[in-house]
T-cell receptor, first 112, second 110 residues
């Protein structure tokens, strides 16, 4: 089955700086890669996703890049703000009914 | 408004009790999932369903059971709760590959 590795487990950045979270996956058949943000005490929320026919996708301050050859994808957050502090999960899916395989999460801390 | 609903949101019970965690969705999705998550930690898939009358076990061994008699309803039952079951339980549903999560039930077993 699919295996998703996520790094780092904790990331601390100064407000206004950029943050990058990286994930690798094992199953070359995976074709869908979402990112979820989970604030303290709340449900995971989809923030951006990318499919394997696209190399990069942007939405305001966040972007996701995908390298199919290397089987890794990354989340980029620019001009970080205090409200970006949360746990971020990457995931991968090959379309099976068992759904997404999640990484273990990254605690992003924005220092004022 | 289309959403996923979970009840109760918080539950404190004693060891040995039988409990059912409710999950309902008004999104019209066929696929539904249950995850177990300690706060801020990784998500563990414990059950999923393709549709009505379909249930499968996930990656994490669980003493819970599920049923799917109606498309919109996917309850999870613990026959005899133990302190090791203390955790947060998240329900999700999906269209194509994208999953949407409910608000979760935080369970404490004393």
């Amino acid at each position: 089955g699919e295996n998703v590795e996520q790094h780092p487990s904790t990331l601390s950045v100064q407000e206004g700086d950029s943050a990058v979270i990286k994930c690798t996956y094992s199953d070359s058949a995976s074709n869908y890669f979402p990112w979820y943000k989970q604030e303290l005490g709340k449900r995971p929320q989809l923030i951006i996703d990318i499919r394997s026919n696209v190399g990069e996708k942007k939405d305001q301050r966040i972007a996701v890049t995908l390298n199919k050859t290397a089987k890794h994808f990354s989340l980029h957050i620019t001009e970080t703000q205090p409200e970006d502090s949360a746990v971020y999960f990457c995931a991968a899916s090959g379309g099976g009914a068992d759904g997404l395989t999640f990484g273990k999460g990254t605690h992003l801390i924005i220092q004022p | 408004e289309a959403d996923i609903y979970q009840t109760p949101r918080y539950l404190v019970i004693g060891t040995g009790k039988k409990i059912t965690l409710e999950c309902s969705q008004t999104m019209g999705h066929d696929k539904m999932y249950w995850y177990q998550q300690d706060p801020g930690m990784e998500l563990h898939l414990i059950h999923y369903s393709y549709g009505v009358n379909s249930t499968e076990k996930g990656d994490l061994s669980s003493e819970s059971t599920v049923s799917r008699i109606r498309t919109e309803h996917f309850p999870l039952t613990l026959e005899s709760a133990r302190p090791s079951h203390t955790s947060q339980y998240l329900c999700a549903s999906s269209v194509a590959d994208t999953q949407y999560f409910g608000p979760g039930t935080r369970l404490t077993v004393l």
